[in-house]
């Protein structure tokens, strides 16, 4: 009798535990707070003061448009903003599109937004930079003899100031930038330029947008500066946000961006003001994770260069890095058309 009564209290008791554990669904809906606040990352231009100050009147528009406050997580370099985000401390960025695909890989962040381009308007493109009086003025000397000269160049995070000119320029003429010049400096862009318009760095990369900015800001510098080498349009920055944000809110964030700057009157007059100083004159469009398929086929076409380029034990060697490079392509290629259905 006594075990009877014992199983029947212990299926009891197990039924009313089930009945307090929340379903997944419903779990899932408790998880989905409402956002509070927006951790915004910045990435670093010239500077993190110079960096926080362009974006701030495009943070207080989305603050008060959303409701919720926006702050700037502004920081010195790109390592930086990367090591932030994956610490989970940066809520939504506009990136470069390396970082950006990093991001989206690691299924920490999603994309929502690219700047809007316009035909007929000037195509962002990495350059290389020389001074117009120093030794170095052609860019057939800079490749004839690298060793020779000082390279001031971007993080290897940077399209245009890193993995564009090594994926089309130099590792096609067997040059790594890492060991082949005579020294390096990285920098930001306005940093790598003020490097060789004074006389500390003999060639630098850098792109027209960030080199316009930069004739605005040093003219007497810029002045100095002749550009040597120009890349064929890079893929776009996107702008990234939380993947674990309720849809709701990635839907809102999205129609935010989209809308700005597209109205009549002295509002939309002054978010144009923004937009043309964040060098986003049209504003954004929509886009989805698919936007960065561009980049990855960039990364796959310098990981293949580079191990061909690459000295090995044997064929053998070449062929598994070959094959695992691919592997990883098609990892990403399935990831990013799942992230645009």
């Known amino acids: 009798m006594f075990p009877v009564l014992k ?29 509070q606040s927006i951790r915004f990352g910045v990435l670093p231009l010239g500077g993190t003061v110079e960096s926080r100050a362009l ?5 207080a528009d989305m603050s008060r448009s959303l409701g919720i406050p926006v702050n700037a997580y502004s920081v010195p370099s790109y390592e930086e903003l990367d090591r932030a985000i ?11 599109a390396k970082m950006a695909l990093d991001a989206v890989m690691q299924r920490r962040m999603k994309v929502v937004a690219q700047i809007a381009r316009r035909p007929g308007m000037p195509e962002h493109r990495a350059i290389l930079l020389a001074r117009k009086t ?9 490749l004839a003899q690298p060793e020779r000269w000082r390279l001031a160049r971007g993080d290897s995070r940077s399209v245009t100031g890193f993995v564009v000119p090594q994926s089309q320029l130099f590792l096609p003429h067997n040059i790594e930038m890492e060991t082949r010049f005579r020294s390096e400096f990285i920098g930001t862009h306005q940093a790598t330029a003020l490097a060789v318009a004074n006389g500390d ?24 500066l002749q550009i040597i080498w120009e890349s064929e349009p890079p893929p776009g920055a996107p702008m990234v946000v939380r993947r674990n944000y309720p849809p709701e809110f990635q839907a809102k964030l999205q129609a935010f961006l989209t809308t700005y700057g597209q109205g009549k009157g002295p509002r ?6 923004v937009l043309k100083n964040l060098r986003a004159t049209y504003g954004y469009v929509a886009v989805d994770d698919s936007a960065l398929l561009p980049e990855a086929r960039l990364e796959y076409q310098l990981g293949k260069q580079r191990a061909m380029a690459a000295a090995w034990v044997n064929d053998a060697a070449r062929a598994q890095r070959l094959q695992r490079i691919e592997k990883a ?13």
């Open 134 to 142: 120093g030794p170095l003025d052609t860019l057939e000397g800079m």
């Open 55 to 59: 974006w701030t009147p495009f943070m």
């Open 86 to 96: 994956a610490r989970d401390e940066i809520d939504m960025a506009f990136l470069s």
């Open 7 to 35: 199983q029947l209290l212990t299926a009891t008791l197990a039924a009313a535990a089930a009945l307090l554990l929340p379903s997944p669904a419903l779990a899932q809906v408790t998880h989905e707070k409402p956002v």
């Open 201 to 224: 760095a003999d060639v630098a990369t850098n792109n027209t947008t960030d080199f316009e900015r930069f004739r605005q800001q040093f003219p007497i510098e810029a002045e100095r």
């Open 329 to 341: 392509y098609a990892e990403q290629v399935e990831t990013l058309r799942a992230g645009g259905r």
């Open 268 to 273: 939309a007059d002054a978010e144009r003001e």
